[in-house]
C-alpha cells in the first residue's frame, strides 16, 4: 500500500513538472464604440466645398484592433524553448462569420536565452512596431487627424488624378501599409531575433518571400488579400530606465497584383522615442517611405510624416494629444498634411475601460494636377475597450 501511494505520489509530481514545461495561454481584446467623421472638400476648378457626413454605431475596433488569440510555450530544457502564437481579428458587428481581418499573427518559434530566436511564420513589421510603440494613441485604428501609421487617407487620395489613382491607391505612409504593399503585418516571415547584445539593445532580421501563382501572374498573399513580393526588415531597439527608442527598416519588392516580375520597390524607414517622466509620457515618431516603379504612371513618390504626444496619467485616467505633419511628393503632385488628436481614457479596471477621441486633419496641394486644392477631416470616436 505504501508503495502504491509513493509510486502514485511520484506520478503525480512528474505529471506537475510536466504541466509547468508546458502552458498555453487564450488571450483577447475587444474594442466596440461609435464613430462620426466630417469631411469638406475644396475642388480646385470651382472653388466649392462639399460636405459629406459619416455617423457608425458599429464600428469595431476603433482605438484598438479587436482580437482573439492563442500563446503557447514549452521549455526544452537547458535554455532552449518553443513557442507558437495564433492570433485573429474577430470584428463583432459582423454577423456572418465574425472574422473580419483574418489572421493578424500566426508564428512559430524556437529560443535559446544564449543565442536568440528564430520566428517563422505571419509577424508585425519593424515599421509598424515602431508606429505602435511610439505615438501616443499606439497607432490606433481611429485614423481621424492622424498622418502616422495610416493608409493614404481620403484626403490625399481625392487629389490625384485619375491616371495617377491607380498608381498610387497601392501604397499609403507608414502604418497600414500592410493593407497593399506589406508591411504592418508580414506573412512568410523568417526572422531571427538576438539576445541582449548590450544591457537593454537588442535587433532583428527577416526575410519573406511568396510564391508566384502561374495561372494569374500575381504572387501568393503575404498580407490577406494582398498581392505581394519579396522583401527584408530590419530592427534594432534600445532600452535605458525611462528612454526607449527603436528604429524599423524594411526594403520590398511587389508586383501591385500585375506581374510577378517584382518591379516595384518600397524602402521605408521608421524611428520612434519616448521617454516616461512618469507624470507624462513623451513620444516622438518619424517616417519615410520610397515608392520606385519603372511601369506605374507615377514613378517615384517620397512619404515622410513626423508626429509628437504626449500621455498624461491622472488618478484612473489618461489625457493623451498628439500633433503630425508631413508630405506625399511625387513626380506631378505634392500633398502637404497636417493634423491633431486629442483624447482621454477612463480606467474601470486593468482590463476594462472606456475613451473618448477628437481628430482634425487636413490636405492641401498647389499642384493643378490635382483635382481637389483641399480636404478636410474631423471626427470622434466613443467607445469601451475590455481585454481577457
Known sequence: MKKSLLALAAMGA?????QAQSSVTV???????????STDTTTRSSGATANATVTDTGNNGRMSGSRLGFRGVEDLGGGNSAGFTLEMGPDFTERVNGINTGTRLGFLSLSNKQAGGLHIGRQVSSTKLVNDTFTAFGNANFTTGSVTGVDS???????????TASATTKFATQGELGNYNGGERISNLIRYTTPAL???LSASAAIYKSATTASTGNTAAVWIGSDNGEGTDF???YTAGAFDAAVGYSVYNTTNGSTND???KNTVMSLG???DAKVVKAFVAYNKRDYNSSTAAVTDVKFTDITVGLNAPLGNANLLVAYGSGNDDSTSIKTDKRGFQVGAVYNFSK???VYAVYGNGNAETSSTAATNSKVSASGTAIGVRHTF
Do not use: C, E, K
Request: glycine share 12%; no cysteine; aromatic share 10%.
Open 262 to 264: 517584382f518591379t516595384v
Open 235 to 237: 530592427g534594432v531597439r
Open 153 to 163: 487617407p481620403s484626403a490625399t487620395m481625392s487629389q490625384l488624378t485619375a491616371s
Open 351 to 353: 482590463r476594462t475601460n
Open 14 to 18: 512528474f505529471a506537475g513538472a510536466a
Open 198 to 200: 548590450i544591457p537593454g
Open 273 to 275: 522615442a519616448s521617454y
Open 27 to 37: 488571450y483577447g481584446l475587444i474594442d466596440q464604440g461609435a464613430t462620426s467623421i
